[in-house]
C-alpha cells in the first residue's frame, strides 16, 4: 500500500495554477486564473492541443477586449502569464492543479497517479469531473 503523505498545516497561497487539459474546460479555467493575476501553466498530451487551447484563449481575451469588458493591456498581461507544456512534471512549481482532461476515471487516475510524485507537498490537487465518484480519483493521489 502506498503511503499518503503528511498534511500540511500550512495554508497554501495560491499563486501558480497548473491546469491539466487545454480543451473547453481546461482553457476556460486558464483563462479566467490569469485574467485573475494568478501564473497558469496549461498542459495537455500534445504540444498541438496545448498551442490550439492557447489559441482558443486568445480569441476569447480579443472578443472581451471586443466588447469592453478587459482592456488590451489586461488581455496582454493575462497571456503573458499563461505557460504552456506537454509534460506533467511542468507543474512542479504549481500551488494547485487541476485536472481538466476527458471525462474517463482510467485517464483521470492515470494523470493523478503520474503527477503527485513532481508535485511539491503544499501543492492542492483537484478535478473538474462530473461524472465521476472524486473519492475515487483522490485515491488515487499521494495527497491526504
Do not use: W, Y
Not at 43 to 56: A, F, T
Not at 121 to 134: C, F, G, K
Amino acid at each position: 500500500k502506498k503511503k499518503k503523505k503528511k498534511a500540511s498545516k500550512e495554508i497554501t497561497m495560491v499563486e501558480k495554477v497548473g491546469v491539466i487539459g487545454a480543451g473547453q474546460m481546461g482553457n476556460g479555467i486558464a483563462h479566467v486564473s490569469a485574467l485573475a493575476g494568478m501564473n497558469v501553466m496549461l498542459s495537455d498530451v500534445s504540444m498541438e492541443k496545448v498551442e490550439r487551447g492557447l489559441e482558443i484563449i486568445k480569441g476569447n481575451l480579443s472578443r472581451q477586449v471586443g466588447k469592453g469588458k478587459i482592456t488590451a493591456d489586461e488581455m496582454d498581461a493575462a497571456l503573458a502569464r499563461i505557460k504552456i507544456a506537454d509534460t506533467l512534471s511542468a507543474h512542479s512549481s504549481c500551488d494547485l492543479v487541476i485536472e481538466a482532461a476527458v471525462e474517463n476515471e482510467k485517464i483521470k487516475t492515470t494523470i493523478f497517479k503520474e503527477l503527485c510524485p513532481h508535485l511539491k507537498s503544499s501543492a492542492l490537487v483537484a478535478s473538474n469531473t462530473s461524472s465521476i465518484a472524486i473519492t475515487r480519483l483522490a485515491a488515487s493521489t499521494d495527497r491526504p
